[in-house]
């Protein structure tokens, strides 16, 4: 099995670098690839992304143009081989040594290979993030669904998880920092959430 995590961001090189340097020694897998998402009219990302992937071979920049939702661009991923896809911002360092292996054994445990793997939980009702696995990812047709400009994919997939009864824990946390950012362009708040 292996781990693809799907790292997008947007405008924010410095806190990216520090996410990317701050993740991989936590690292325990040598197949683990991290996809880091770019904007290609993004210029600021652009300078440093050699500099990214000069960090670790298992760093691949994927440049695009911007999608018009955030579930596509969270989806880039699927185009590298993996076992499991599993979601990261640029703001969120995963903190939990060998947190890649953890992550693939809590995969292992759904015996036909389709199901969803969280973290610890950010509240009483929702994981601080969820990864789906290859075979879930085939039959749904993405990762997260490419239906809205921002927000609202963790829960579509969260939905399905719940609906299936495909959830699996994996004892893996992030830093969230000392805030998270605020969603970048947001705008008909009230309609998306309709």
């Known amino acids: 099995?292996?781990?693809?995590?799907?790292?997008?961001?947007?405008?924010?090189?410095?806190?990216?670098l520090n996410t990317i340097e701050r993740t991989l020694p936590m690292l325990g897998e040598a197949s683990t690839k991290i996809?880091?998402?770019?904007d290609d009219d993004d210029e600021a990302t652009q300078d440093v992304a050699n500099r990214i992937e000069g960090l670790d071979g298992r760093i691949i920049v994927d440049s695009r143009p911007r999608e018009d939702s955030i579930g596509a661009k969270w989806d880039r991923c699927l185009d590298y081989k993996g076992s499991v896809y599993y979601?990261?911002?640029?703001?969120t360092p995963y903190i939990t040594p060998n947190?890649?292996?953890k992550i693939l054994e809590a995969a292992a445990l759904f015996p036909d290979g389709i199901g969803v793997v969280y973290s610890q939980m950010a509240n009483a009702s929702f994981p601080r993030s969820q990864g789906a696995t290859?075979?879930?990812v085939d039959m749904l047709g993405f990762m997260?669904?490419?239906?809205?400009p921002y927000w609202f994919v963790d829960h579509w997939l969260?939905?399905?998880a719940q609906l299936i009864d495909r959830i699996s824990f994996a004892d893996v946390d992030v830093d969230p920092g000392p805030a998270k950012l605020p969603t970048q362009e947001m705008r008909d708040v009230g309609w998306w959430a309709t």
């Open 1 to 16: 099995m292996s781990l693809v995590i799907s790292l997008v961001t947007r405008g924010r090189p410095e806190r990216l």
């Open 35 to 38: 996809v880091v998402s770019i």
């Open 87 to 91: 979601p990261q911002a640029d703001y």
């Open 99 to 101: 947190f890649d292996t």
């Open 134 to 136: 290859r075979k879930l």
């Open 144 to 148: 997260y669904p490419p239906y809205f």
């Open 158 to 160: 969260h939905d399905i």
